[in-house]
């Protein structure tokens, strides 16, 4: 099968796309391409997948940069292959043939490009990386650099959405005591849970960042079990574990 990968406008002429589980070699739970090492699918199946998105963003494999994702605001600048996968949560360059890439599977894969600077960047944003500043550290990262806020693209990809995010009520009290704006993006659910919406979250710290777009692809990761892996939904499920789909740009 195929590999199908969602792209966006803004990122446009760079190669870059949003991977969906489409045209991997996975099976079971990981069926199709799971591109997660910290999963339990077997590795060599994995290293097939993510060989794969290798030849789909025309780098050599060891080219598919990714980081050990803590859901921390680390930010690593990169400049060639890494030999061992640093923790942190995002990734700028200004070098070519570099394809920057993060994992997801609910929380937010965020692509980042100044095509006037030529700098790109790449960010994993779940709630607590996204509360932290994770996007706006990438931002600032990128600034360093050489790009400009006003110039910067921003898209985030697939992620679970308000209607599949339901939250208890410390949840909320955590966001409120650190950002009182998130109230706008929480809704009543049953009972004392409510509906978070983080990739609208998400767009709003971009926005208040000063970037020149931020979009998102409007494809809820919980809903649509044929294209997107789902963290969530796997434990809902009572499955033994679950994939990880994978993102990247490149210069």
Request: a negative charge.
């Amino acid at each position: 099968m195929t590999l199908k990968l969602l792209t966006h406008d803004t990122l446009e002429p760079l190669q870059h796309g949003f991977f969906t589980r489409a045209g991997g070699a996975s099976s079971g739970v990981f069926a199709g391409l799971n591109c997660g090492n910290g999963s339990t699918d077997q590795s060599e199946i994995v290293s097939i997948n993510r060989a794969r998105v290798a030849a789909k963003m025309d780098v050599p494999a060891d080219h598919l940069l990714g980081v050990h994702q803590v859901h921390s605001t680390k930010v690593i600048h990169v400049t060639a292959s890494l030999p061992t996968k640093p923790k942190a949560d995002a990734m700028v360059t200004a070098t070519p043939g570099l394809a920057l890439s993060v994992l997801s599977a609910d929380c937010q894969p965020v692509l980042f490009a100044d095509h006037d600077a030529k700098v790109i960047g790449a960010a994993h944003a779940g709630w607590r990386g996204t509360l932290d500043g994770v996007l706006e550290a990438t931002v600032d990262a990128m600034e360093g650099l050489g790009a400009l806020a006003a110039n910067i693209h921003v898209v985030i990809g697939p992620s679970i959405s308000q209607r599949a995010y339901e939250v208890g009520p410390e949840f909320f009290e955590s966001h409120m005591a650190e950002d009182d704006a998130s109230v706008q993006f929480f809704a009543n659910g049953t009972g004392d849970r409510m509906l978070f919406d983080l990739p609208g979250y998400g767009l709003h710290r971009l926005r208040n960042r000063g970037v020149a777009s931020a979009e998102w692809t409007r494809h809820c990761t919980y809903s649509d079990p044929v294209q997107f892996f789902s963290y969530r939904r796997s434990v809902h499920e009572r499955a033994a574990d679950y994939g990880r789909l994978i993102a990247a740009i490149r210069l």
